[in-house]
């Protein structure tokens, strides 16, 4: 069974910095797309950033140039670098693997939380 674990969450002040990391396991290799959503309360989830199995990056205007996305394919793990945190990045962030056609697979972590206080 595919599992996706995120860590690094936690509280952390306005402008600090974070690293989240999410490893999947349980069989699953050479994932095509992993990312990253975040939800805040009362809001709808939305994605933060995603990279391709080679390398391409998309990131939400909201956090270009503070977030960065990483993967270790040999890991099948996916990071993500949090710079300069504001009170609005304050979300559950989950961890997401998806596979393209022919595979059309799409899992997700369980979410972990970042808090940002002013």
């Known amino acids: 069974q595919v599992q996706l674990v995120e860590s690094g969450g936690g509280l952390v002040q306005a402008g600090g910095s974070l690293r989240l990391s999410c490893a999947a396991s349980g069989g699953i290799a050479n994932i095509n797309i992993m990312g990253w959503y975040r939800q805040a309360p009362g809001k709808q989830r939305e994605l933060v950033a995603l990279i391709t199995s080679d390398g391409f990056t998309n990131y939400a205007d909201s956090v270009k140039g503070r977030f960065t996305i990483s993967r270790d394919n040999a890991k099948n793990t996916v990071y993500l670098q949090i710079h300069s945190l504001k009170p609005e990045d304050t979300a559950v962030y989950y961890c997401?693997?998806?596979?393209?056609?022919?595979?059309?697979?799409?899992?997700w972590g369980q979410g972990t939380q970042v808090t940002v206080s002013s």
């Open positions: 997401n693997a998806r596979g393209l056609s022919p595979y059309n697979y799409n899992y």
